[in-house]
């Protein structure tokens, strides 16, 4: 079959590599489909160039997946609009954590056909073969489904347990000399930047995560260093973000890993997703041994008490260990703060502003978003619960307009001090940024003119 897969734009210099569709066009290509890619991301094409393409080529399936935030399901329905639009309209399939946790929203809101509920690549190859026939189309695990004015929810499809089965992403189907040039933490101006997966899942239960699939499943480490060799041997990269949700799942793994990247003698800089349960000194220096430079942490408040009503599994205590190891091993550590969770305040607000403060090493901008209870999260049930939100519609089309403002309040503060607070909070966090910029910059012109260093190229901001 012919399957065209929309990677939408959401306004980006340089978009983060599409890897949930990426990894479905590699089983679709394996099952022997052809596979086309849609690439709005890097051409900035308009929603009507979309209906001219799907009017001017046959396809029988168009597929876009997409995560629950505000601008991602204003995306999601405008390209619905431009696919329904079109004369030569394939089925319409939609994905990932934005309609799965509500399908049948997602289905009238979009038009589409069918929802793929969780894992896809499986999924999506007995969805073919279905197409066109309701009577098959009842016995897919994994999807939700329009008949007539009717949605019908399948049960759901376990989780894949041998990842390694799974082929890694088709790249060649991809413009990778754009998706390269990604910036992270500490990449040089030289560069080449992808973005990989260790594993899936997660070992915690955060109130607000709207994570689906429960537990951790882990690559083998020999499939992940010949995935890097191939993306070093093809398109030159140095520099890898694991994007999973959390390489650092334990000690044991993140040893395991470290030392088979050494052994490997691969030559690679490398960011990760981690724990602060597992920030121990030693792991440390073994994980900067072995290429690590970044470490995006979610500590998310500096309260012990809203720690414990997030369900986090962590305390102050074992957070302020973690970040102090983190600096002395040399790696940097990236701060998620988020603040109106049950129970928070302007004091909890404050004492993240504080930490972040004091061990700010400038590698970063960070700021304090407000925690959004996203659908499929104990977050947004708990909304639901105590009448703070209806449904999904009221908090897509209502609650959830911008990331950065408030869409459910959780707290005793009103909406107007909310984010009074949360300006106070930022202002003193982009003034702490840009005071340690500008002395980076003078130190340079230091060096310059009262040093004489002649290897100073400019003062150039990336």
């Known amino acids: 079959m012919q399957i065209l897969l929309v990677v939408y734009d959401n306004g980006s210099y340089i978009h983060w590599f599409p890897q949930g569709l990426a990894y479905i066009a590699a089983v679709l290509q394996r099952a022997g489909h052809k596979v086309t890619i849609y690439s709005q991301d890097k051409e900035h094409y308009p929603e009507a160039h979309l209906t001219a393409y799907l009017d001017a080529h046959h396809f029988d399936m168009v597929g876009v997946s997409v995560v629950g935030g505000y601008y991602q399901y204003r995306k999601l329905l405008s390209i619905a609009t431009a696919i329904n639009a079109a004369r030569n309209r394939p089925a319409f399939v939609i994905g ?29 190859l007995e969805l073919l073969d279905a197409l066109g026939t309701p009577a098959r189309l009842a016995q897919v695990a994994g999807i939700a489904w329009r008949q007539d004015d009717q949605v019908i929810v399948n049960e759901r499809r376990p989780l894949i347990t041998d990842v390694d089965s799974i082929p890694i992403p088709a790249y060649e189907l991809f413009p990778m000399d754009y998706y390269r040039l990604l910036r992270m933490p500490h990449a040089a101006s030289t560069d080449f930047t992808i973005p990989m997966l260790s594993g899936r899942g997660c070992t915690f239960q955060c109130n607000f995560c709207y994570r689906m699939d429960s537990g951790f499943r882990p690559r083998s480490v020999d499939s992940i260093i010949e995935e890097i060799r191939f993306l070093q041997a093809n398109y030159g990269i140095t520099s890898v973000m694991f994007g999973d949700e959390l390489l650092m799942s334990s000690v044991q793994r993140t040893t395991e890993l470290c030392e088979a990247f050494l052994r490997s003698g691969i030559q690679l800089k490398w960011d990760c997703n981690g724990r602060l349960n597992y920030a121990k000194p030693d792991l440390l220096a073994l994980m900067r041994r072995a290429g690590c430079v970044f470490i995006n942490y979610g500590i998310e408040a500096m309260d012990d008490q809203i720690l414990k009503n997030m369900r986090k599994a962590l305390t102050t205590d074992v957070i302020i260990r973690g970040i102090e190891a983190t600096l002395a091993a040399g790696i940097s550590p990236g701060f998620n703060i988020i603040f109106g969770n049950i129970g928070e305040n302007r004091e909890t607000l404050n004492k993240g502003v504080e930490f972040l403060l004091k061990y700010d090493d400038g590698a970063q901008m960070r700021t304090i978003r407000p925690v959004t209870p996203y659908p499929g999260s104990p977050l947004y049930d708990y909304a639901i619960e105590h009448g703070l939100l209806r449904d999904c519609e009221d908090f897509y089309e209502r609650k959830h307009l911008n990331s950065d403002l408030l869409s459910v309040n959780f707290t005793d503060m009103t909406d107007e001090e909310f984010h009074r607070a949360l300006y106070e909070a930022n202002s003193r966090l982009i003034q702490n940024y840009f005071r340690k910029k500008a002395e980076a910059v003078i130190n340079e012109a230091a060096d310059l003119y009262l040093g004489g260093n002649t290897n100073f190229r400019g003062f150039r901001q990336l």
Do not use: Q
Not at 100 to 109: D, G, I, N, W
């Open 96 to 124: 990932g954590h934005g309609p799965a946790p509500e399908p049948a929203y997602f289905l009238r809101k979009t038009g589409a056909d069918v929802v793929v509920l969780g894992e896809g690549e499986a999924t999506v």
